[in-house]
């Protein structure tokens, strides 16, 4: 299956160039630069001039190895797809693309994640379609009264505001809890990264000592192969996972109303 491609879409947002003006400037029709932005990789003139028009390089939009030696190289440089200087850089197109096109497993793992619902406020409405499609979804939040979220809101400099934060945002996902295919926990670890997980493609948000989530650099990373980064990460979500317990809203006081 064809991964987005999260590069073109980046460069298009921050540009403001519409996908129809690059098909004009390619000779195209706008469809096919779509089908593009869905992962299709273009032909050679194609990649050549969108690149061109959009003063990057061709290998920056389209790093599949395959196009340069004709066979996909296997290793954990293989397996990025774009960078980004902080999380907030990232084009909200693109989490939601990434979930709409998931069809085996959507899996988050965060402290609180206020952004993941307050950027989208169908998130939940959305995560319950792609459950109802057969899509597996696994959401795991920091334990507010946990000792791991006490840790990282005093780093943060922002003390109980963290466990405040993640209770606020627990508040989105209480409609999942019955959905088939839906459940939602707490874990009680210390994080090194966020991730958020969309088959095989894997957002990874580093956590630096001291600054939000939102301020870390992020980096998208498509599977190749059992021996990258991706499936090291993915084991560490499962690990994480493991030991979480499941979120019971009514016994723990969660607040009322998602707000911030």
Not at 19 to 32: F, G, M, R, Y
Not at 119 to 132: I, K, T, W, Y
Request: net charge neutral; glycine share 8%.
């Amino acid at each position: 299956m064809a991964s987005v491609n999260a590069r073109l879409r980046s460069v298009l947002a921050q540009r403001s160039i519409e996908p129809e003006v690059l098909a004009e400037a390619c000779e195209v029709d706008p469809k096919t630069v779509g089908r593009w932005l869905g992962g299709r990789v273009p032909h050679q003139r194609h990649r050549v001039r969108a690149a061109r028009f959009l003063r990057v390089e061709e290998s920056f939009l389209w790093p599949d190895p395959q196009l340069r030696t004709g066979r996909r190289t296997g290793g954990p440089g293989a397996e990025i797809v774009g960078t980004y200087q902080n999380r907030a850089s990232v084009p909200r197109d693109t989490w939601l693309v990434l979930l709409r096109e998931a069809r085996q497993q959507i899996d988050v793992l965060v402290f609180s994640g206020t952004f993941f619902a307050q950027s989208n406020p169908h998130v939940a409405e959305m995560l319950a379609e792609r459950a109802d499609g057969g899509v597996q979804v696994r959401l795991c939040f920091g334990d507010p009264s946990g000792h791991a979220a006490a840790v990282r809101g005093r780093e943060e400099g922002i003390g109980d505001a963290l466990a405040a934060k993640i209770r606020a945002s627990l508040t989105y996902y209480r409609p999942l809890l019955p959905e088939e295919n839906c459940e939602v926990r707490l874990h009680d670890t210390t994080l090194y990264n966020s991730l958020f997980r969309y088959d095989d493609n894997l957002l990874v948000n580093p956590h630096i000592f001291g600054r939000p989530a939102s301020a870390n650099p992020l980096f998208h990373l498509k599977r190749v192969d059992a021996t990258g980064w991706f499936d090291n990460y993915a084991q560490s979500f499962e690990a994480v996972w493991a030991h979480a317990r499941p979120w019971t809203p009514d016994r723990e006081g969660t607040a009322a109303h998602g707000q911030d």
